[in-house]
């Protein structure tokens, strides 16, 4: 199914996604006018829905099981909505490709162009999230601006490649089983509580850490953890290691993505 | 050549995998279910070619290869200049946005800027004549609406290559005429196009060679009168 000796002029990847790009900007703004258009609260709904999940959790680990930490409420909404990110773009990688099918064979474009086109579109979701969680954090916790937010920008772009680099295999193989649809919840809940999202990464013994750490999702959010409730510079050695496992999951990621995009868009 | 395979396992599910995988037994037997066979179409600059055959026939297959919707099994597919496919009319709508609103994802598919699209825009909406239409939501529209919204785009991209798949049958007499129209002068201004029809006067009109394609094969290639009327003897 896939071109054994067929041959196709394509430019490179990013020659071709540079070309494409106007489409790119369609597809992310016909998502959030989807998403929003009739609905009286709008883009509200997107902060609505996490600030619940917030509300029980803080009370729950404030006042049930009491994690001893600082403002706990400040620390779970420094990870949260990356977490919230992580998991939105997952999901959405699962549904994207079928959703297009009918696109993908009327004409051609670069699938990765989907991929791409659902995680800015939840971007754009997170960047009106985060700017609230930055303004709470500096007036309730901090009550200063901790200059280490100026590493934001950089690694919400590396949570940016990560997130893509996972989505790339998952919705390749979402097209050619359906079973990943039905086992995402199982794998995303269970990732929810082997991250920390609702705990910080001192609570797993030292001698775990290292096993702990394989979970690419939890550099990630460390490092958010580190600049947001913290308010400090990360060590190097985190920083590089969320990048070096954002970029190689990205790369791995297209790679897998790239040996089976022309049987999905024939399958999907 | 194109290759679509019949896999022996449709029912694609982990379960089937592991058994298969515990039994050693090939996960992915497969056999060509249906392939285009020694396609060869050399369309030169300004031509016109129509491909007829019955439904099956590899029409659509041969147009997305051009398109490079899909990669040939073998073989090569050269093409120069701007492609404008309109193959599923309409692909890529929803249904919830405002005709307004899907040209702007509509137009890009299609391979306008914005700047290009904003500019063409009023000519685009003039050319569909539905009105008021374009500020209602795609839902409301009627099927020929949809198509006469979808095709003006394709036809105001002013592309180097126009793919046209069985587009035309859409719309009414008066919006065929101008489609029509629109294709002649395109023609005359030296824009390729390989169309798919199965009504023979728009092929006699528009296309000066024709392939008639049949089971993945070419049955005949020719001039588009004699091809016409071979298929037509030959379907009787």
């Not at chain 1, 902060?47 to 729950?60: G, K």
């Not at chain 1, 990464?201 to 394989?214: D, K, N, W």
């Not at chain 1, 969320?242 to 995009?261: D, E, L, N, Q």
Request: hydrophobic share 45%.
């Amino acid at each position: 199914m896939r071109g054994g000796g067929g041959q196709m002029k394509r430019a490179p990847m990013p020659v071709e996604l540079w070309r494409f790009r106007g489409l790119l900007r369609s597809l992310v703004i016909r998502d959030l006018r989807v998403k929003y258009q009739r609905s009286l609260l709008g883009l509200i709904w997107t902060l609505l829905n996490p600030l619940f999940t917030v509300a029980v959790l803080v009370t729950v680990f404030t006042y049930v099981i009491r994690i001893q930490i600082v403002h706990y409420w400040a620390f779970l909404i420094s990870g949260f909505f990356v977490w919230n990110f992580i998991q939105r773009t997952l999901y959405h990688s699962t549904t994207i490709l079928r959703d297009h099918a009918s696109l993908s064979r009327s004409v051609y474009y670069p699938p990765e162009i989907l991929i791409l086109s659902a995680s800015l579109s939840k971007l754009v979701e997170f960047l009106l999230e985060i700017v609230i969680v930055m303004i709470a954090l500096v007036v309730f916790h901090h009550h200063a601006i901790p200059s280490s937010l100026a590493l934001l920008p950089l690694i919400v772009g590396l949570q940016v490649i990560l997130a893509v680099g996972l989505m790339f295999p998952l919705a390749a193989i979402a097209v050619l089983y359906y079973d990943v649809q039905h086992a995402l919840p199982i794998v995303i809940t269970s990732l929810f509580y082997i991250s920390p999202v609702f705990y910080p990464v001192e609570m797993i013994p030292v001698e775990a850490q290292p096993f702990y750490y394989l979970n690419p999702v939890v550099g990630l959010l460390r490092l958010f953890h580190v600049v947001l409730y913290e308010g400090g510079w990360p060590s190097a050695t985190l920083l590089a290691g969320v990048s070096v496992t954002a970029i190689v999951t990205c790369a791995v990621g297209h790679g897998i993505f790239k040996r089976c995009k022309e049987s999905c868009v024939e399958i999907a | 050549m194109k290759n679509f395979y019949l896999y022996s396992h449709r029912t694609t599910s982990l379960r089937e995998w592991f058994i298969r995988t515990a039994l050693r037994r090939p996960i992915t037997v497969r056999r060509a279910e249906f392939s285009l066979r020694g396609f060869n179409l050399r369309v030169g600059r300004g031509e016109a070619v129509a491909l007829i055959g019955p439904n099956g026939g590899g029409k659509s297959t041969a147009l997305r290869l051009i398109a490079g919707i899909y990669t040939p099994t073998s073989g090569t597919v050269e093409t120069s200049g701007r492609i404008a496919a309109v193959i599923e009319l309409g692909a890529g709508f929803n249904t919830d946005l405002t005709g307004a609103e899907n040209l702007d994802l509509y137009g890009a598919i299609m391979g306008l800027s914005r700047s290009q699209l904003s500019q063409r825009y009023r000519e685009i909406v003039e050319f569909a004549g539905i009105g008021e239409f374009i500020d209602m939501p795609v839902k409301y529209y009627s099927s020929g609406m949809v198509a006469r919204l979808a095709f003006s785009v394709a036809v105001n991209v002013e592309p180097d290559i126009l793919l046209l798949d069985e587009v035309l049958a859409v719309g009414d007499q008066s919006f065929q005429e101008k489609c029509l129209d629109r294709l002649r002068a395109y023609r005359s201004r030296g824009c390729t196009m390989v169309v798919v029809s199965h009504n023979a006067d728009i092929v006699r009109e528009l296309c000066s060679r024709a392939v008639w394609l049949d089971g993945g094969e070419t049955r005949m290639e020719g001039e588009v009168g004699k091809v016409l009327d071979a298929y037509r003897a030959g379907t009787r």
